[in-house]
């Protein structure tokens, strides 16, 4: 019997993007300081639902980065195992799960963003966990005491985000004290709060964390992932499960296309070429666990088998620019052996297979500039002035005959924008402009000292430090 229910919420992502409602009041970001953000805990609009209460999940957002933590504690300590693959891993503890001890020490895994500066949500979990007198310092008794916390992060920072916050020690604690069992947020929530997959080809579609459950008889597997891939992801058709196509790509254009016609399927004339500010710097992070009591040796096997299955769902995949890490965690609930190593792989591959697909959030299509509408007086008045979005993030915004012009002035771009020459802001509406292109842009002005970058899910708020 397979169980994987999913919650749906009835949000129009698109309509949010034009509206740009959400939030207008949020700060600009201050420099190095996050002691002003506010945790979002367990926040969904679409989740995976499932019974087995010896898993509990917690998530955490900072919706001012956005970026996040998913945090997943085993009621009782388990027995876990690693695969390790891709140019560029971020982790900890995983040296000393290697060395393959029998026995059960796990308490918690924990996911995060924010490359190497999330890590420190791993270490944070554990010392909550001490802190609140579940675990302690007695690593010598017959049954170890002292908290095991494991952790990956992936890379969301750089020319996707116009700011570096990252998950700290408070969000990381948070969301561990807000655990629950039944519920795992999917799409761009927690850890996946800004990944994105696809950057090998251009696609830079919005990706997010995945779940998936399925029991048969007493074996119980849940999978689960943050997909961050440089490749894309596909379904079991070929089909591309997101991407913002390159113009002039067949409408139906299958990921064995582009893997096949490569390297053409990069170039101008085929693919349009790859975004050049694209992020390659790229990870999945993914935990498969059983119910089914193993030994180290098939917990290993488990992890390499089901994490080489996932080749299949994300093309290319393991990159010199990817992080991929896998964990298996066996329970160890039901004794004896009712699946062998090779049957559960199958088993717990198609469901990872199944965690990947759900992790795909529904995209903000790409906004076209009104041909003919001409910004009013009032908008050039209020638009005029110089944002930021963080210490490295400034964009100046101008009015010359009519029109408004944008132009970075900080020490990055923003979203295209470079620092070159001023490039023209087209309108939309009254309050919204666009630069034309193959992603998703728009420029909300609130008509106070805030400018929206692309108003929504993904959101990126400036605030005005010019006198208007």
Not at 239 to 254: E, F, H, I, R, S
Not at 371 to 394: C, E, H, I, M, N
Request: net charge neutral.
């Amino acid at each position: 019997m397979t169980v994987h229910k999913q919650t749906k919420g009835t949000k129009a992502l698109v309509a949010a993007m034009l509206a740009g409602t959400m939030a207008m009041a949020v700060p600009a970001i201050a420099a190095d300081d996050q002691s002003h953000l506010e945790p979002v805990l367990n926040s969904t609009d679409r989740a995976l639902t499932f019974d087995w209460p010896a898993i509990e999940i917690g998530t955490g957002e900072y919706e001012d980065g956005p970026t996040g933590v998913t945090v997943f504690r085993f009621k009782k300590k388990a027995l876990v195992q690693v695969d390790a693959r891709g140019g560029g891993p971020g982790t900890v503890n995983t040296d000393y799960v290697a060395l393959g001890y029998d026995y059960p020490e796990l308490d918690t895994i924990v996911f995060a963003g924010g490359s190497w500066y999330g890590l420190e949500a791993t270490t944070a979990v554990a010392t909550g966990l001490k802190d609140d007198g579940i675990r302690s310092g007695d690593a010598f008794s017959l049954e170890p005491n002292i908290a095991m916390s494991l952790g990956s992060i992936i890379f969301d920072f750089g020319s996707r985000r116009l700011n570096e916050i990252y998950p700290d020690k408070r969000l990381a604690q948070a969301a561990y004290r807000a655990t629950r069992t039944g519920v795992f947020p999917l799409g761009a929530r927690g850890a996946g709060r800004f990944a994105k997959s696809g950057g090998f080809f251009g696609c830079n579609a919005f990706s997010g964390q995945g779940g998936a459950f399925r029991q048969v008889g007493d074996l119980k597997i849940a999978a689960f992932v943050v997909a961050n891939p440089y490749g894309v992801i596909n379904d079991r058709d070929g089909k591309l499960a997101a991407c913002y196509k390159a113009m002039g790509w067949p409408a139906d254009v299958k990921v064995a296309d582009l893997m096949q016609d490569f390297p053409e399927s990069r170039k101008e004339g085929w693919a349009g070429g790859a975004d050049k500010t694209a992020s390659n710097k790229n990870t999945t992070i993914s935990l498969v666990v059983v119910n089914q009591k193993l030994p180290v040796a098939d917990l290993k096997r488990l992890a390499v088998q089901v994490h080489t299955s996932m080749g299949r769902a994300i093309q290319p995949f393991a990159t010199q620019f990817d992080g991929d890490v896998l964990y298996a965690v066996s329970t160890g609930e039901i004794e004896g052996a009712p699946y062998s190593s090779p049957d559960l792989g199958v088993l717990a591959s198609e469901t990872m297979w199944d965690a990947l697909l759900s992790s795909v959030p529904e995209q903000p299509v790409v906004v076209a500039p009104v041909a003919g509408a001409k910004p009013s007086a009032d908008t050039l008045k209020t638009a005029a002035g110089t944002y930021r979005f963080s210490q490295f993030v400034d964009l100046e915004v101008t009015v010359k005959d009519g029109k408004l012009y944008g132009r970075a002035a900080g020490k990055r771009t923003v979203y295209g924008i470079g620092h070159e020459k001023p490039v023209e802001l087209q309108a939309v509406n009254g309050t919204d402009f666009t630069v034309p292109g193959r992603y998703p842009f728009i420029l909300h002005f609130t008509g106070g000292d805030n400018l929206v970058v692309n108003p929504g899910h993904w959101q990126q708020v400036g605030m005005r430090v010019t006198p208007q």
